[in-house]
């Protein structure tokens, strides 16, 4: 039956049911509704559990990397040794290489020892000497070479105590262990224990870390990460350079003024493809190009930066372009008709107001780079670098390393002490990273307008 509308009506004796009683249907339907909020809580939780493990892990093995043992004692800086000519001419005083200065230390560490009363029956000399870091003689060296007034004195130094000891006071080295280790051996480590309890050794903050150059695989209390930031930041500087102006352009153009033709969603298409390629593709790019065909040098900034910026283009013109596309087309109408041309209209209305977004996937493209390795790889930029590049714009044809490379490259090393080290360059690259992504929100809310 239907009404004089057309709609059907109910047949003569049928149940109407109640609109605030739930039936059947309407019950399984609110049983689905629950299970699926149920089932995203648990992603998010088993999320964050994934990510506090993680994190947990990564600071768990990379915070010790910022505290490191150190051996303080008098270190007498005889002329005899150091400047037999007497002149404090430097080049008599290079003559004198780092394993000169490390008998002067050696025979230092003997002199505490005997002067605090500590018993070092059953040691050698060699053994006495290897609680000290190989890297303190050459420190030493470069320490009275920069300072020749120095020799002839007695001096408070500071030196780094041997990889094997300081990793005795972080846990990863025990008397057991040092038994079956042919760095160390457990007379030392209770010779250390001795020292500790003197105040001739102690920890403190590593500062090193941050600003030293890497070393050698014999050295793994000396490896700091200063040519790895340097050489990043160099190529960032690269990146920002180059990407945002040519990004910014390049979607301000394919938004507003290239015509819709089969030529621009052919570029359209290949800049969305861009941006899915494996970042080693740019790698073998940047090695065929800018390497074998350019000339440029292995391991150089601009090379890493030319292949990161053409690497993060892509992922700045896409968000640029959806950010321009979220301007109300009314800006654009209201421009043109007070008298704007479309150039004005552009730069002077529409681009204001897509400027957080532009910004906000500018930053996260940056944050991307910084941490890309395999790129990096194949222009050779895991070559072992200790010499600080160059001031700009020199130094970005100098050789260099980076962070993600360096975090690499210490991985593939076996001592534990390495490892140490990559979980706390890890902790620095999260740094940059949290600190960029603080910067895109901060932006974001600055020039933030609403319509």
């Given at each position: 039956m239907?009404d004089?509308t057309?709609?059907?009506t109910a047949a003569?004796?049928a149940?109407h049911g109640s609109?605030m ?10 049983a689905?509704?629950v299970?699926f909020?149920?089932?995203g809580l648990?992603?998010v939780v088993?999320?964050?559990l994934a990510l506090?493990m ?8 990379g ?8 051996l303080?004692?008098p ?7 150091l400047?037999?000519?007497?002149t ?6 290079k003559?004198?290489?780092t394993?000169?200065y490390?008998?002067?230390?050696t025979?230092?560490l003997?002199?505490?020892i005997a002067?605090q009363?500590i018993s ?5 000399k060699?053994e006495?000497?290897?609680l000290?870091?190989q890297e303190?003689?050459a ?5 009275v070479l920069?300072n020749?007034?120095l ?5 408070d130094y500071?030196?780094?105590a041997n990889?094997?000891?300081?990793g005795?006071?972080?846990g990863?080295?025990s008397k057991?262990?040092?038994?079956l280790?042919?760095?160390i051996s457990p007379g030392?480590?209770?010779l250390?224990?001795?020292l500790?309890?003197a105040?001739?050794i102690?920890?403190r903050?590593n ?6 150059p890497?070393a050698s695989?014999?050295r793994?209390?000396a490896a700091?990460?200063?040519v790895?930031i340097l050489?990043s930041?160099?190529?960032m500087?690269?990146v920002l ?7 910014v352009?390049a979607?301000?153009y394919?938004?507003e ?11 359209e ?9 494996p970042s080693?593709?740019f ?6 190009v800018?390497?074998n065909f350019?000339g ?7 090379v890493?930066g030319l ?5 993060t283009?892509p ?5 640029a372009?959806?950010?321009?596309k979220?301007?109300?087309?009314s800006i ?12 004005q209209?552009?730069f002077?209305?529409?681009l204001?107001l897509a400027?957080?977004g532009?910004?906000t996937g500018m930053i996260i ?6 941490g ?8 050779g930029?895991?070559?072992f670098?200790?010499d600080?590049?160059?001031g700009l714009?020199g130094?970005l044809?100098?050789?260099a390393?980076a962070l ?5 490259n ?6 534990p ?11 620095v690259l999260?740094?940059f990273?949290l600190?960029m992504?603080?910067v895109a929100i ?5 020039f933030e307008?609403r319509?």
């Amino acid at each position: 039956m239907t009404d004089l509308t057309g709609f059907p009506t109910a047949a003569p004796g049928a149940r109407h049911g109640s609109l605030m009683a739930a039936d059947a249907r309407t019950k399984r339907r609110n049983a689905a509704e629950v299970r699926f909020r149920i089932y995203g809580l648990v992603a998010v939780v088993i999320s964050l559990l994934a990510l506090a493990m993680l994190l947990i892990s990564i600071f768990g093995a990379g915070a010790s990397a910022f505290r490191q043992t150190f051996l303080t004692m008098p270190v007498e800086l005889t002329e005899a040794k150091l400047d037999k000519s007497g002149t404090r001419d430097l080049e008599t005083m290079k003559k004198v290489t780092t394993v000169g200065y490390a008998a002067v230390l050696t025979a230092a560490l003997e002199k505490a020892i005997a002067a605090q009363g500590i018993s070092t029956e059953g040691l050698t000399k060699k053994e006495i000497g290897g609680l000290i870091s190989q890297e303190a003689a050459a420190q030493l060296r470069n320490h009275v070479l920069a300072n020749p007034d120095l020799v002839g004195q007695t001096i408070d130094y500071e030196v780094l105590a041997n990889g094997r000891v300081d990793g005795y006071y972080k846990g990863r080295v025990s008397k057991a262990s040092a038994a079956l280790d042919s760095n160390i051996s457990p007379g030392q480590l209770r010779l250390a224990d001795d020292l500790k309890a003197a105040g001739l050794i102690a920890q403190r903050f590593n500062t090193s870390f941050i600003t030293a150059p890497d070393a050698s695989d014999q050295r793994p209390e000396a490896a700091g990460l200063g040519v790895a930031i340097l050489g990043s930041f160099y190529m960032m500087l690269v990146v920002l350079v180059l990407s945002l102006p040519i990004g910014v352009a390049a979607s301000i153009y394919l938004e507003e003024f290239a015509p819709k033709n089969r030529w621009t969603d052919l570029i359209e298409v290949n800049i969305s493809n861009l941006a899915a390629v494996p970042s080693i593709v740019f790698g073998i790019l940047g090695l065929a190009v800018f390497i074998n065909f350019a000339g440029l040098p292995q391991s150089a900034p601009i090379v890493g930066g030319l292949v990161l910026t053409l690497m993060t283009l892509p992922r700045i013109i896409i968000p640029a372009r959806a950010a321009l596309k979220a301007v109300p087309p009314s800006i654009r109408d209201a421009a043109l008709g007070v008298g704007a041309s479309k150039l004005q209209s552009v730069f002077h209305h529409v681009l204001p107001l897509a400027a957080p977004g532009i910004l906000t996937g500018m930053i996260i493209g940056l944050a991307q780079a910084l941490g890309e390795t395999a790129p990096l790889l194949l222009i050779g930029m895991v070559a072992f670098v200790r010499d600080y590049p160059d001031g700009l714009p020199g130094g970005l044809l100098d050789p260099a390393a980076a962070l993600p490379v360096q975090v690499y490259n210490w991985t593939q090393r076996g001592d534990p002490g390495f490892v140490e080290r990559a979980s706390g360059a890890i902790i620095v690259l999260l740094a940059f990273l949290l600190v960029m992504n603080a910067v895109a929100i901060i932006l974001r809310r600055r020039f933030e307008r609403r319509w």
